[in-house]
């Protein structure tokens, strides 16, 4: 079963419009959340991550919401720019509760920014 | 600096044979991971290692993949006979420590014919 979930495979933005990739999980032990991007060819590039102790981490362009409750995140790119298209990845892991340091990853959502 | 480095970037093999892939982590760095990536899904984890400890190996799928990390630097992820499905990107990364964020090399893709 999926504990890390990327409903949409796909999102196409128009540049300087905003990118909203969103991520759900179902394991509540969950407590460090990380996005990565991928380019082909290329391994995942970290791009931001949050704690379970904050709801939003910031980082120029790039902004991740955590809503604890509804065991959801998203990651908000504003302005989206045409080297923003990439492969996304959400990623969680449990490592602050004594679980594993693995990363749990979803599909990936493969964004692409119309110039 | 010098990122994380794979090696072969690319393996074609046939089924039943077996294959090494190897890599090498930044240097320093005392966390050493490996992933795999099948076609269509996210990244899944194979197996850990943290300085002198014992690895988490609770994500490799068979016993015919083992790995090893020799001198707390070069790992090689090693798989017999293998199969098909075994078809996949294959994807190291390392970290300075626990918890901390995991570098990604650029993969081995393996071809099992």
């Known amino acids: 079963d999926q504990q890390v979930k990327q409903n949409s495979p796909s999102l196409s933005v128009q540049e300087g419009r905003i990118s909203i990739l969103n991520c759900d999980y179902t394991?509540?032990?969950?407590?460090?959340f990380l996005w990565y991007k991928k380019y082909p060819a290329e391994g995942p590039t970290f791009l931001i991550s949050?704690?379970?102790?904050?709801d939003k981490n910031e980082d120029g362009r790039f902004t991740v919401f955590l809503n604890k409750s509804a065991k959801h995140l998203s990651l908000h790119i504003v302005p989206s720019q045409p080297g923003d298209s990439a492969v996304y990845f959400c990623a969680a892991s449990a490592w602050a509760q004594g679980g594993s340091e693995k990363l749990v990853f979803g599909k990936g959502t493969k964004l692409t920014v119309n110039p | 600096g010098a990122g994380v480095s794979q090696s072969p970037s690319n393996k074609v093999t046939e089924k039943g044979k077996d294959v090494e892939l190897r890599c090498d982590p930044i240097?320093?760095?005392?966390?050493l991971y490996w992933y795999r990536q099948s076609l269509g899904q996210g990244l899944e984890f194979l197996i850990y290692?943290?300085?002198?400890?014992?690895?988490?190996k609770s994500g490799l799928p068979s016993d015919r993949f083992s790995a090893e990390r020799t001198g707390g630097s070069v790992s090689t992820l090693t798989i017999q006979r293998t199969q098909q499905e075994d078809s996949a990107v294959y994807l190291c990364?390392?970290?300075?420590?626990?918890?901390?964020?995991?570098?990604f090399g650029p993969g081995t893709r393996l071809t099992v014919l």
């Open positions: 240097s320093g760095h005392t966390a």
């Open positions: 949050i704690s379970s102790i904050k």
């Open positions: 990364a390392s970290s300075s420590g626990p918890g901390l964020e995991q570098f």
């Open positions: 290692f943290q300085g002198n400890s014992a690895p988490d």
């Open positions: 394991n509540s032990m969950f407590d460090y």
